[in-house]
């Protein structure tokens, strides 16, 4: 066995228990720097991943791969943890108990979350997303003085419970029909039996799976009730680690293992794009509560994200990924502002963001450009992203899929413009000035430079992305 396949997994579990026995040794008053220490070590890890990056081993006879598209994706959920553990300073100091543990549970979710992006059969599969979900569902619930955060924890674990029985029974389809679990094996197999009832019904329950995972309609109706009620820093990760998590499992499974792009499976990824587009960006208009319109929008890019997988094309994948990599940043930002403006004793209500501009000029500045490349808006990365998905669908044909799409990101315009408006134009009722930690202007100055560094420069960003895609679409 090859364990320099599963270096990264290795050190970050190691991290996940470190800063779990950590917190049990450190007397009550000093634990202040688990934190620290914890962004400190997601960080070195990231680091690790370019000064030792692997991408061409296998664990346990090509079950577990190590590979250029894991490795990307392995390098996006590591900065997501950086970026969330740096964000979550703040909230950690409010926990007069388990302090660490919090640290330690988005260790272990990272862990998952990298197994699925390597995971090439279906029980390691299935390990990693069970890895990965089981404590956000903690994570979710964290703030025990909140209500709103106790229910989404019950409605995360009830309904992540249901969608993960349906993708196990779907996978046991697969298996009866099949005789595999290996990803190669079953590609094969399926050759014979692409027309079988079990491979149809097995197939369609796994991505109703996943479409769970990354938030598509109509298996979207936990998002909005998890977003408002799970802490800041935990509905980024749900934002942007468990999303781009599921994406990676999608991407894996619609290339290696079932056939894509054949029989019924553009319909059911075209039709659950179409959906996610159109009634994201439709509920997101009416929204009230800056964390609800976030959800309803991560809902609509997932449907815009989706796209690549329509198009199913080595330049579809590589607009995926570039999507997903300016999709996290802008989000980041976005709830870090959030996080930021909620220590200083804000809500989440859109109506609390009035006159921002002058209250803390620097996070104004910096949602303003978050929201403008979600938007699509140039010169912001999400135009470039958008530009190229659109592109991408129409050169393959599909001229009214990337107008609707065009359609649907003109009509999103509208609510994010509208919270510019509330942050810029309207005057607020307290004009005090607000204090934003050091670690949230870190994480707000990173997200945007690199939102308009993706957007004035995409040329390194898709290079390299078009090298994955090129790597694994055949």
């Known amino acids: 066995m090859d364990f320099s396949a599963i270096r990264l997994e290795l050190v970050a579990a190691l991290i996940a228990l470190g800063l779990l026995v950590f917190g049990l040794l450190t007397p009550r008053g000093k634990r202040e720097v688990i934190g620290y220490i914890a962004a400190a070590a997601f960080l070195g890890l990231l680091a690790l991943s370019f000064l030792a990056p692997g991408g061409g081993g296998s664990f346990q006879g090509g079950l577990y791969l190590?590979?250029?598209?894991?490795?990307?994706?392995?390098?996006?959920?590591?900065?997501?943890?950086?970026l969330v553990s740096l964000m979550s300073l703040r909230f950690a100091k409010?926990?007069?108990?388990?302090?660490?543990?919090?640290?330690?549970?988005?260790g272990f979710s990272l862990v998952g979350m990298m197994m699925l992006a390597s995971a090439n059969d279906f029980v390691s599969l299935y390990i990693g997303l069970e890895l990965m979900s089981l404590p956000l569902v903690i994570l979710t619930a964290y703030d025990r003085t909140s209500g709103k955060s106790t229910e989404a924890g019950t409605k995360y674990i009830l309904l992540s419970a249901i969608s993960s029985a349906v993708l196990l029974f779907g996978l046991s389809l697969l298996f009866g029909a099949t005789g595999s679990f290996s990803y190669s094996d079953t590609l094969k197999a399926l050759g014979s039996v692409a027309d079988?009832?079990?491979?149809?019904?097995?197939?369609?329950?796994?991505?109703?799976?996943?479409?769970?995972?990354?938030?598509?309609?109509?298996?979207?109706?936990?998002?909005?009730?998890?977003?408002?009620?799970?802490?800041?820093?935990?509905?980024?990760?749900?934002?942007?680690?468990?999303?781009?998590?599921g994406f990676a499992a999608l991407i894996r499974l619609l290339l290696f293992a079932l056939p894509a792009?054949?029989?019924?499976?553009?319909?059911?990824?075209?039709?659950?794009?179409?959906?996610?587009?159109?009634?994201?960006?439709?509920?997101?208009?009416?929204?009230?509560?800056?964390?609800?319109?976030?959800?309803?929008?991560?809902?609509?890019?997932?449907?815009?994200?989706?796209?690549?997988?329509?198009?199913?094309?080595?330049?579809?994948?590589?607009?995926?990924?570039?999507?997903?990599?300016?999709?996290?940043?802008?989000?980041?930002?976005?709830?870090?502002?959030?996080?930021?403006?909620?220590?200083?004793?804000?809500?989440?209500?859109?109506?609390?963001?009035?006159?921002?501009?002058?209250?803390?000029p620097f996070m104004a500045a910096s949602?303003?450009?978050?929201?403008?490349s979600l938007a699509g808006i140039p010169p912001a990365?999400?135009?470039?992203?958008?530009?190229?998905?659109?592109?991408?669908?129409?050169?393959?044909?599909?001229?009214?899929?990337?107008?609707?799409?065009?359609?649907?990101?003109?009509?999103?315009?509208?609510?994010?413009?509208?919270?510019?408006?509330?942050?810029?134009?309207?005057?607020?009722?307290?004009?005090?000035?607000?204090?934003?930690?050091?670690?949230?202007?870190?994480?707000?100055?990173?997200?945007?430079?690199?939102?308009?560094?993706?957007?004035?420069?995409?040329?390194?960003?898709?290079?390299?992305?078009?090298?994955?895609?090129?790597?694994?679409?055949?």
Not at 67 to 81: C, E, N, V, Y
Request: net charge positive; aromatic share 10%.
């Open 66 to 82: 190590d590979d250029p598209l894991s490795l990307f994706f392995k390098r996006l959920f590591i900065t997501a943890a950086f």
């Open 196 to 245: 079988d009832p079990l491979v149809v019904i097995g197939s369609i329950m796994v991505v109703a799976g996943f479409a769970f995972k990354i938030s598509a309609v109509p298996f979207h109706m936990w998002s909005p009730d998890i977003y408002e009620g799970a802490p800041a820093p935990v509905a980024a990760f749900l934002a942007v680690g468990s999303k781009a998590a």
């Open 381 to 474: 990365a999400g135009f470039i992203g958008k530009f190229y998905l659109l592109a991408e669908v129409a050169r393959q044909g599909k001229l009214w899929l990337a107008a609707l799409a065009l359609v649907m990101s003109v009509v999103s315009i509208s609510y994010y413009i509208s919270v510019i408006r509330v942050i810029v134009m309207e005057k607020a009722e307290d004009e005090s000035r607000i204090r934003v930690s050091l670690a949230n202007k870190a994480i707000l100055a990173v997200s945007v430079l690199v939102t308009l560094g993706m957007g004035v420069f995409p040329a390194p960003i898709t290079e390299w992305t078009r090298a994955i895609a090129g790597s694994i679409v055949r």
């Open 94 to 106: 409010s926990l007069e108990e388990s302090r660490s543990e919090f640290f330690s549970l988005l």
């Open 367 to 372: 949602l303003l450009v978050c929201l403008l």
């Open 261 to 360: 792009s054949s029989g019924d499976f553009p319909l059911l990824i075209l039709s659950l794009s179409v959906l996610s587009m159109v009634v994201g960006n439709l509920i997101a208009l009416p929204q009230t509560n800056m964390k609800r319109l976030l959800a309803y929008s991560s809902i609509a890019h997932a449907g815009y994200i989706l796209l690549g997988l329509v198009a199913a094309s080595t330049a579809g994948v590589a607009a995926m990924l570039y999507y997903l990599v300016l999709y996290l940043f802008a989000n980041v930002g976005i709830f870090a502002a959030l996080s930021a403006f909620g220590e200083a004793g804000g809500s989440s209500e859109i109506s609390s963001l009035k006159g921002m501009w002058k209250r803390s």
